[in-house]
């Protein structure tokens, strides 16, 4: 059997898993989603017995069945391996009544790496079909970035180029990504601020001279974000695999419902949650936490979705979006398939600024998705109260989600909370969270301090940057990034 995606917007080309991974996107526009979701389910008393990893082989395979299982298996391996520092890879802990689920355990210490880690490795598989090379183009504003190089640095027949607005991110985030070793990977500051790097890239798919020059070199361009189905579907394994740490730990029975809480920006890791309820996992309610940026809190609440909002820039900068990309994917499940009505919310959405649910289907997501939102005031009491009375040190994507879960009505389930990011990762405002002063202090001084005040060592993937070789130096204007793509391709695939 092989599960066939096609479009959100139209189910009459369908491609393998492979191909889907490959393209990113559907050629319309929308997103790859497949029917078959859910014809598998996990036997839950096995995964309860289950190592992460074999968790893992078992989701791919229920969603991406036409990778071949000893394929699966090295991917499995390759990504969780030691590049986490943990064996557990993603390991539940205890906050209060309530669980954390730690997923900032990978070599950029957020939650994105465990996708990021697995789609690389998804995606040479995928192109042995056909032997082309891949290039992969991102624009990040910090993070992303990091997380990709780390991701594709030395994987066969891949490389990755990075593009991030020069001056405007952290020291940190900037010595992450000028610093990553690998001989596939190239990384470029840009003279200009982050949308004009994300925009300059968009024209650099769009462009199909490039396209055509890089093609008679064996060469495509592909994209890594976080609508690839290849990121997607990793994000379903932690979900399994919290709920059997929870019976291991004699707090779960096989069958009890747990409810998880996920602090949300483009939808892609509690959509992660709603898959893993699909593939048999008892899942009670998916909490979408959102920061003042709540477009998602209003849909859940009102059933309209309505972007035409100012932008506000919070201490959760990973969860400031306005339009949450992975979304469309819900509506296609929460619509059973109806690809027309999916398009034209799109289109409203785009057009309009703004798309309305009918009542009836509002109630039937409410079903699955609860919500809330917190203010920045709130998410810094939640990170000093968390260290005051729990002795537990979060990171404010954190906080916004055990803000929004301590306001709901307790139901009796098993709570858990997904931890995004290492506190570290965000130390300044970390600090300032815990009434410390962070005047005058560098990113690293900030670490120091935060690990001075708490006694909680500052993860190494951080802490040894201060001592690497910065190996990427290059600064271009907006208009010289198709050129530094190509040179970056004759370089990586001589
Ligand atoms: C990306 C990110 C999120 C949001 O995840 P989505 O899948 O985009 O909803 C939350 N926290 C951190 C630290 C992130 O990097």
Same mark, same amino acid.
């Given at each position: 059997?092989?599960?066939?995606?096609?479009?959100?917007?139209?189910?009459?080309?369908?491609?393998?898993?492979?191909?889907?991974?490959?393209?990113?996107?559907?050629?319309?526009?929308?997103?790859?989603? !497949?029917?078959?979701?859910?014809?598998?389910?996990?036997?839950?008393?096995?995964?309860?017995?289950?190592?992460?990893?074999?968790?893992?082989?078992?989701?791919?395979?229920?969603?991406?069945?036409?990778?071949? %299982?000893?394929?699966?298996?090295?991917?499995?391996?390759?990504? @969780?391996?030691?590049?986490?520092?943990?064996?557990?890879?993603?390991?539940?802990?205890?906050?209060?009544?309530?669980?954390?689920?730690?997923?900032?355990?990978?070599?950029?210490?957020?939650?994105?790496?465990?996708?990021?880690?697995?789609?690389?490795?998804?995606?040479?598989?995928?192109?042995?079909?056909?032997?082309?090379?891949?290039?992969?183009?991102?624009?990040?504003?910090?993070?992303?970035?990091?997380?990709?190089?780390?991701?594709?640095?030395?994987?066969?027949?891949?490389?990755?180029?990075?593009?991030?607005?020069?001056?405007?991110?952290?020291?940190?985030?900037?010595?992450?990504?000028?610093?990553?070793?690998?001989?596939?990977?190239?990384?470029?500051?840009?003279?200009?601020?982050?949308?004009?790097?994300?925009?300059?890239? %968009?024209?650099?798919?769009?462009?199909?001279?490039?396209?055509?020059?890089?093609?008679?070199?064996?060469?495509?361009?592909?994209?890594?974000? !976080?609508?690839?189905?290849?990121?997607?579907?990793?994000?379903?394994?932690?979900?399994?695999?919290? @709920?059997?740490?929870?019976?291991?730990?004699?707090?779960?029975?096989?069958?009890?419902?747990?409810?998880?809480?996920?602090?949300?920006?483009?939808?892609?890791?509690?959509?992660?949650? @709603?898959?893993?309820?699909?593939?048999?996992?008892?899942?009670?309610?998916?909490?979408?936490?959102?920061?003042?940026?709540?477009?998602?809190?209003?849909?859940?609440?009102?059933?309209?979705?309505?972007?035409?909002?100012?932008?506000?820039?919070?201490?959760?900068?990973?969860?400031?979006?306005?339009?949450?990309?992975?979304?469309?994917?819900?509506?296609?499940?929460?619509?059973?398939?109806?690809?027309?009505?999916?398009?034209?919310?799109?289109?409203?959405?785009?057009?309009?600024?703004?798309?309305?649910?009918?009542?009836?289907?509002?109630?039937?997501?409410?079903?699955?998705?609860?919500?809330?939102?917190?203010?920045?005031?709130?998410?810094?009491?939640?990170?000093?109260?968390?260290?005051?009375?729990?002795?537990?040190?979060?990171?404010?994507?954190?906080?916004?989600?055990?803000?929004?879960?301590?306001?709901?009505?307790?139901?009796?389930?098993?709570?858990?909370?997904?931890?995004?990011?290492?506190?570290?990762?965000?130390?300044?405002?970390?600090?300032?969270?815990?009434?410390?002063?962070?005047?005058?202090?560098?990113?690293?001084?900030?670490?120091?301090?935060?690990?001075?005040?708490?006694?909680?060592?500052?993860?190494?993937?951080?802490?040894?940057?201060?001592?690497?070789?910065?190996?990427?130096?290059?600064?271009?204007?907006?208009?010289?990034?198709?050129?530094?793509?190509?040179?970056?391709?004759?370089?990586?695939?001589?």
């Amino acid at each position: 059997m092989n599960t066939f995606y096609h479009s959100t917007r139209g189910n009459s080309e369908t491609v393998t898993s492979k191909q889907a991974i490959l393209t990113g996107i559907a050629p319309d526009g929308g997103l790859f989603v !497949s029917d078959q979701l859910g014809d598998a389910k996990l036997d839950l008393a096995q995964v309860a017995s289950q190592t992460y990893h074999e968790t893992a082989a078992q989701v791919l395979s229920a969603l991406l069945d036409d990778y071949q %299982k000893d394929e699966i298996e090295s991917c499995v391996a390759g990504a @969780y391996g030691d590049n986490f520092d943990t064996s557990a890879v993603t390991p539940v802990s205890a906050l209060g009544d309530d669980w954390l689920l730690e997923l900032y355990h990978g070599p950029t210490c957020a939650f994105k790496d465990v996708a990021l880690q697995m789609l690389p490795r998804l995606m040479s598989c995928a192109r042995k079909g056909d032997g082309r090379n891949v290039m992969i183009v991102t624009a990040t504003s910090g993070d992303t970035g990091k997380a990709a190089l780390a991701g594709f640095a030395d994987i066969e027949g891949c490389g990755v180029t990075v593009f991030y607005p020069d001056g405007k991110v952290s020291d940190i985030q900037r010595l992450q990504m000028a610093t990553q070793e690998g001989s596939n990977v190239a990384v470029c500051a840009i003279r200009g601020t982050f949308d004009d790097a994300q925009t300059e890239v %968009k024209h650099i798919f769009a462009n199909q001279e490039l396209a055509q020059r890089l093609a008679e070199r064996g060469t495509m361009l592909s994209s890594a974000n !976080s609508i690839n189905v290849g990121r997607l579907v990793p994000q379903v394994t932690y979900y399994f695999d919290a @709920y059997a740490q929870l019976v291991r730990n004699g707090s779960l029975s096989v069958g009890d419902a747990v409810d998880f809480c996920v602090p949300t920006g483009n939808f892609g890791d509690v959509l992660a949650g @709603y898959y893993a309820k699909r593939l048999g996992l008892p899942v009670g309610k998916l909490i979408v936490a959102s920061n003042t940026n709540k477009v998602l809190t209003d849909f859940l609440e009102t059933g309209t979705y309505d972007r035409r909002r100012d932008f506000v820039k919070t201490i959760s900068p990973s969860m400031d979006i306005l339009v949450s990309s992975n979304l469309e994917r819900m509506l296609y499940y929460l619509t059973d398939g109806d690809c027309e009505r999916v398009s034209s919310f799109m289109r409203d959405l785009a057009e309009r600024g703004f798309y309305t649910l009918p009542g009836a289907l509002l109630a039937k997501l409410r079903e699955t998705f609860d919500c809330g939102f917190a203010t920045d005031d709130e998410t810094r009491a939640t990170i000093r109260s968390a260290w005051k009375q729990h002795h537990v040190l979060i990171d404010p994507h954190t906080a916004v989600a055990k803000t929004v879960l301590d306001r709901k009505e307790h139901g009796g389930n098993q709570r858990v909370c997904l931890s995004t990011a290492s506190p570290y990762k965000f130390s300044a405002d970390v600090l300032s969270a815990l009434g410390a002063s962070v005047d005058g202090l560098d990113g690293f001084a900030c670490m120091d301090e935060l690990q001075r005040l708490t006694g909680i060592a500052a993860p190494t993937q951080l802490s040894t940057l201060r001592s690497k070789d910065v190996l990427h130096k290059d600064v271009v204007d907006r208009d010289q990034m198709p050129d530094f793509v190509e040179s970056s391709c004759k370089r990586v695939f001589a």
